[in-house]
């Protein structure tokens, strides 16, 4: 049984893709994807201990040990040129780790895989080294799960591509348009947040006026979205 979450980056990864699933704490998503045959191959990596065994624990309970290497490494440093990977799924982190794990394995993406990436937090930063990568996002879903929103980002390398807008970084080019209930709850939360934190600096008298202005363009920049 697989997360609303987990479910939403399964249905990206391609048939008899082989996978590399990074920061992949019992590996439910390669598990899954490996017991209905949708994958010929995959690599499970966990840097921490405890979430390693489990991930070792799920494997070999599942049978799975042919199909799922488990790997104890940093990043994408648990991925090998002779696993031919084509897909990687890095989920379930902050943006900017998943950005410096990706920034940090550049040697492991020659071969120019399908990423397909779950921030939980931080999405700009991740959809920003997509663009100067010349990744190219193909899809993004949004979910509400157990009071919490997920994004979704699938990207293809793809040198040609434009380059998106800034509205499309911090907003995603797909959910700005699709406008979902869970995109349009998530950003007047944002919204409501950052009025809160500017009238709370604002009555102590502290902040510059470049941060106040700064914090009343993105709250403007909200709020343009919210009624486009
Ligand atoms: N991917 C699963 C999911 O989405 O449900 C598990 C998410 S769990 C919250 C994040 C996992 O990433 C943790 O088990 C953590 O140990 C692992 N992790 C963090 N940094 C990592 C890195 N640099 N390399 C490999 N794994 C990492």
Redesign the pocket.
Known sequence: HL?K??LK?AAHVPLNARLA??????A??PAYLALKGCITYAVA????E???LNTLHEIRNENLTKIVQVRH???L??VEKTDQIDTI?????GGP?IR??LE?GKGKLRMHPKLIL?P?VGEAQVRRWLNINRYHLTAEEIIEEDKHIYEVLVAQYQPEAKTPSELDFQFGPFLRKQRDPAFLKKWQAEAIKLKKVLKQLEKAREMPLAQQQKMQNEIRQIEGVLSD
């Open positions: 997360s979450r987990l980056v699933d990074i920061g992949s704490d019992h439910y998503l990596g966990e840097i921490a405890g979430p390693y490494a940093d990043g440093a648990a799924t890095i989920c379930g982190m780790l410096n794990i940090n779950q939980n």
